[in-house]
């Protein structure tokens, strides 16, 4: 199985967007999914398939996929957005990876 | 409301055992595909295992050996039994369930496992 990469932390200003990274060789090519974990709480999935938002998450997230890195965009950034979150992927049909997880602060 | 509920967590000494458990309701585990997941204390997410609707199961390259996954599915409960465990475990074990591909898209709320001399 792989490690997928992300950055340690993320910071942005209330009401920009924060942009997300997640980097594998040849990521464009699997299905990526995104958690977002309050302190203290369960994991939430915010984007499933690369780019499709289950139902409650706010139109503010959303994914993309290509090449060598998946991308998390959060706009209009609020308070509530603070968080760590993680990228994750279906690995060789056995092995659920997650990324290293990203922790996005408001400013 | 669909809830998964985990428990059997605790304090354990290094070569111990525990098992825990995962109640669902409002979900049938049988008929999804399953998961365990921990995290160590500040640490990031972890895959553990996965059972899937099948029954076929697959643990990773960290557990495999010592962990087991199963269900029972006339109590609708997940379980994960572990054995010979070590000091690198001791972390909170969540259950999920993936209704969406295979996104983990309904989670519990963890147990937390101990395991110190």
């Known amino acids: 199985s792989s490690e997928l990469s992300q950055p340690l932390s993320v910071s942005v200003a209330l009401g920009q967007t924060a942009t997300i990274t997640c980097a594998e060789n040849n990521i464009g090519d699997k299905n990526v999914h995104w958690y977002q974990q309050k302190p203290g709480q369960a994991p939430v999935l915010v984007i499933y398939?690369?780019?499709n938002r289950p139902s409650g998450i706010p139109e503010r997230f959303s994914g993309s996929n290509s090449g060598n890195t998946a991308t998390l965009t959060i706009t209009r950034v609020q308070v509530g957005d603070e968080a760590d979150y993680y990228c994750q992927v279906w690995d060789n049909r056995i092995a659920r990876v997650f990324g290293t997880g990203t922790k996005v602060t408001v400013l | 409301e669909v809830q998964l509920v985990e428990s059997g967590g605790g304090l354990v000494q290094p070569g111990g055992s525990l098992r825990l458990s995962c109640a669902a309701s409002?979900?049938?585990?049988?008929?999804?595909?399953m998961s365990w997941i921990r995290q160590a204390p500040g640490k990031g997410l972890e895959w553990v295992s996965v059972i899937y609707s099948g029954g076929l199961t697959y643990y990773a390259a960290t557990v495999e050996g010592r962990f087991t996954i199963s269900r029972d599915n006339s109590k609708n409960i997940l379980y994960l039994q572990m054995n010979r465990l070590r000091v690198e475990d001791t972390a909170l074990y969540y259950c999920a369930g993936m209704t969406t591909g295979d996104a983990f898209d309904l989670w519990g709320q963890g147990t937390m496992v101990n395991v110190s001399s």
């Open positions: 398939g690369d780019t």
């Open positions: 409002g979900f049938t585990v049988s008929n999804n595909y």
